[in-house]
């Protein structure tokens, strides 16, 4: 009898486990989401216009993928369309492949991109609600997320 409520319990260990899996898979998606649609389209660009729902969603994905907060992101982007493949971008592709697609977020910037990062136009940026609010809580919100991902 105890052999076959050990049994049962593995088995539901293993279909919580497999949801589990297929849960961070799906949000992993989605949180991608934060960054396309979100941080380069919609506050780098200004491609298309959001509702306050969709822009709050968007922005709870961006914080979830741990790639600086929305201001930095776009100042950045926007450093980067400005002075591409130069000392000043911020992922030039002449210093590698792996940095211009994650390096640059692991390495300290060039002292060029915090220069010329003063002169780009961002204050659409601090006009916006949510991205005022996100940066005034981004260490929190990481903390959060952490907390959230834990086994």
């Known amino acids: 009898m105890e052999e076959r409520v050990g049994v049962n319990t593995s088995i539901e ?20 989401l934060g960054i396309t649609a979100g ?14 729902p969709l822009r709050v969603f968007l922005c709870i994905r961006n914080t979830v993928v741990f790639q600086n907060d929305i201001y930095v992101w776009c100042r950045d982007h926007r450093v980067h369309h400005k ?6 971008d911020p992922h030039n592709i002449k210093r590698g492949f792996f940095f211009a697609h994650v390096g640059w977020l ?23 609600p949510i991205v005022r609010f996100q940066r005034q809580l981004e260490y929190f919100n990481h903390f959060c997320t952490l907390l959230l991902n834990l086994p």
């Not at 941080?39 to 306050?52: F, G, N, T």
């Not at 002075?83 to 000043?88: G, I, Q």
């Not at 692991?106 to 916006?128: N, Q, S, W």
């Open 106 to 128: 692991l390495c300290k910037k060039h002292p060029d991109v915090a220069e010329k990062g003063k002169t780009i136009f961002v204050e659409d940026l601090m006009a916006e």
């Open 39 to 52: 941080e380069h389209r919609l506050w780098s660009h200004r491609s298309y216009k959001a509702s306050w």
């Open 83 to 88: 002075f591409t493949e130069t000392d000043t």
């Open 13 to 32: 260990v293993i279909i919580f486990i497999w949801i589990k899996e297929w849960l961070l898979f799906f949000l992993e998606r989605v949180s991608f």
